[in-house]
């Protein structure tokens, strides 16, 4: 029976859960969720097994907020563990011919434990699926990933994933060295948001030597370093203060005042940066001012979750933004990601044309 597996953050399964079902349902196919908490992923099946196929086939991966990577499942295995290569091709299922192989796990305790095997049995199955042609021999990105996702040794989920579709980055995650003259360690969210929410195409033209940036809610400077270091002059407001050494750098120009409140003093800003402490609709609204306002281009900010229902909450965020701006009259795009640097919140970009 076919399933699709959705990585997540540990302890966001049911808002996982939450969303896929949701997407499920506004395209007409209907099924079920096994989400354990602290699991660190989730098992979603339609009622009809080949819906599975139907629904991952139809989901631009780009729309899912808490999932770091999926792939369709064709079968949950239990191998034998004196011949775990056996156990695979004895498979009964067709799976299409894989121009890559991935073995996975989960980010919790438990999974990283099974880093090590992953890497040991990655080699002896390769040479195996190969050598049967399920494989190809050279790394082939057009055609689907082969995907293995064990929670043990011998429990495994089988399947495939669209490359095109999908995380590219081992487990779904993107890992970033924290540079020391950062900060704070905020910096990495940042970081990763211009990574994953822009491809690479649109970070070279979305980002530009010499534009104006503001940061709300800058101290100490986390976000802001990540600005200064792709050129930019950055208003930095925050009632608190900043780090010397981007106040030594020239680009940055230090406002105490409320974020809130703060409304820029020319119209040449094309970044607004934020990750203020704020209610998630509050920060929404704020956003909103700025862009229909025509004070920046673009917009990346962070939406804090502490509450249960954390996706009726992004959902009804971003279609307050979304909504906010086509009742004004303007084109936009709005992403989200839970990023792997992010915890109990969510990164928006969003921006107008």
């Given amino acids: 029976m076919s399933s699709i ?26 099924g079920f969720a096994k989400a ?8 979603f099946s339609c009622f009809q097994s080949e819906h599975s196929v139907s629904l991952y086939q139809s ?16 079968a949950e295995m239990q191998l034998d563990e004196a011949n775990r290569v056996a156990s695979i091709l004895a498979l009964e299922q067709k799976l299409p011919r894989c121009g890559s192989l991935r073995l996975e796990y989960p980010d919790t305790n438990d999974g990283k434990a099974l880093s090590s095997f992953c890497k040991k049995f ?10 049967h042609q ?60 211009f990574m994953v929410l822009l491809n690479e195409q649109e970070r070279e033209q979305y980002i530009e030597n010499g534009q104006h940036a503001v940061d709300l809610g800058a101290c100490p400077g986390g ?18 203060p900043m780090a010397q050494s981007l106040m030594d750098t020239g680009q940055v120009q230090h406002y105490r005042e409320d974020g809130f409140k703060y409304k820029p003093e020319r119209d040449n800003v094309s970044w607004l940066v934020c990750d203020m402490v704020e ?18 281009r673009y917009a990346m900010f962070n939406l804090k979750l502490p509450m249960k229902q954390r996706f009726t909450e992004v959902n009804q965020d971003l279609e307050l933004l979304r909504e906010g701006l086509s009742e004004l009259g303007f084109k936009h795009e709005v992403r989200a990601k839970q990023l792997y640097h992010d915890r109990e919140e969510i990164t928006v970009f969003a921006r107008v044309y």
């Fill in 59 to 74: 989901i631009d991966f780009r729309q899912l907020v808490f999932a770091r990577h999926w792939f369709l499942a064709l």
């Fill in 223 to 240: 976000w802001t370093y990540q600005l200064v270091r792709r050129n930019m002059f950055v208003a930095a407001v925050d009632n608190g």
């Fill in 122 to 131: 990655t080699r002896p199955l390769e040479n195996a699926l190969v050598k």
């Fill in 5 to 30: 597996i959705l990585y997540c953050r540990s302890g966001f399964e049911s808002d996982c859960a939450a969303e896929i079902q949701f997407h499920a349902e506004q395209l007409g196919y209907y």
């Fill in 134 to 193: 399920w494989l190809t021999k050279k790394t082939n990105p057009k055609l689907p990933a082969m995907q293995l996702f064990f929670v043990s040794g011998t429990h495994c989920w089988l399947g495939y994933s669209d490359t095109r579709n999908g995380n590219a980055q081992l487990n779904g995650i993107l890992r970033l060295k924290f540079p020391s003259e950062a900060p704070s360690r905020s910096t990495l969210k940042l970081d990763e948001a």
């Fill in 279 to 296: 209610r998630p609709a509050k920060v929404s609204r704020l956003m909103l001012k700025w862009l229909a306002n025509g004070w920046c």
């Fill in 36 to 43: 354990g908490d602290g699991k660190g992923f989730v098992e």
